[in-house]
Structure formats: structure tokens, C-alpha cells
């Protein structure tokens, strides 16, 4: 996995031993998602919404390990099956109020038996937020890889 960070947005990529469409899948299926985004150390999702076209609404809700809901909610901007997806991200977990919405874009390349998955985190107001996103990220691709490798 390879990071970069600028002030404002974060970079991550990761290469997965599975066809797009079945990382693409595991991205955008409530049923799916549910599976694989989170775990019982830290938080889990546990339900999504989603009217998948370009304009449309989705949302997660979840659960921390400290017991306490979290919800996860945006506009879908930009969908290429396998290629591309992304969408606005706000989060209600923040204490400031002023929690900036960023952009969350997804590319997907199939080459080499392998996807090779860019994820570009942007939007952040301050450099706290977007190291605390950066560090999720890190778990999040791992979830995300093991989940699409076993399938």
C-alpha cells in the first residue's frame, strides 16, 4: 500500500487480487459493505443506503466499540462500473461544527490478475482531520482487500 498526503487531500493505493468488479461491488452493495467495512476492535458499519446514480443520496450508520452510532452520508458525484466512483463524505462524529464535507473518488484498473485501487480523500480544512481520515484509510483498504480476496 502507498500513501501520500498534501494539505488538503490524501492519496492511498493498494493493489487487490480480484477482478474491479467484485472490489466495485464490494464498495457500492449495501449487503456487501456491511461485511467487510469495519471490526469490533475499533467500529463497525451496519447498515447502508444508497440510490446509486449520479445525483443520489447515500448513507452509512455504524456502531464503535465504545457502543456510541455513527453516521456517514453524501452525494454520489461520479460512477463508472468498475472504474470509478466517487462521492461527497460527511460525518457526524466531529466535535467542531464547522466539519468541512470532502470528496471520496475511487479508480479501479484491472491489469496484471490484480486491481489496482487509487483512493483520493480531498477537501480537509486542517491538517488533524486529515491525518485522523488518513489513519482509517489504512484499515479500511486492509478490510477491504481481505474481504474482496476471499470472496
Known amino acids: 500500500m ?6 488538503t487531500t490524501i492519496v492511498r ?3 487487490i487480487h480480484a477482478p474491479a468488479a467484485r472490489v466495485f461491488s464490494a464498495l ?3 449487503e456487501e459493505l456491511v461485511q467487510w467495512w469495519g471490526s469490533d476492535e475499533g467500529y463497525r458499519c451496519t447498515a447502508m443506503e444508497r440510490d446509486l446514480r449520479v445525483g443520489g443520496a447515500w448513507r452509512t450508520t455504524g456502531v464503535g466499540s465504545d457502543g456510541e452510532t455513527f453516521a456517514v452520508a453524501g452525494v454520489y458525484r461520479a ?4 472504474r470509478l466512483l466517487e462521492y461527497t463524505w460527511n460525518y457526524d462524529w466531529s466535535e467542531r461544527a464547522d466539519a468541512a464535507e470532502t470528496v471520496v473518488r475511487y479508480e479501479l484498473e484491472e491489469r496484471d490478475g ?3 485501487l487509487r483512493v483520493i480523500h480531498s477537501g ?7 491525518d ?6 489504512g484499515h479500511v483498504l ?3 482487500q481481505a474481504y474482496a480476496e476471499r470472496r
Not at 460512477?79 to 468498475?82: A, E, L, T
Not at 480537509?124 to 486529515?130: I, S, Y
Open 79 to 82: 460512477i463508472d462500473p468498475p
Open 28 to 30: 457500492t452493495e449495501p
Open 132 to 137: 485522523d481520515h488518513d489513519h482509517g484509510w
Open 142 to 144: 486492509g478490510w477491504l
Open 13 to 15: 493505493e493498494i493493489a
Open 2 to 7: 502507498t500513501q501520500s498526503l498534501t494539505e
Open 114 to 116: 490484480m486491481t489496482h
Open 124 to 130: 480537509f480544512v486542517d491538517a488533524k482531520d486529515r
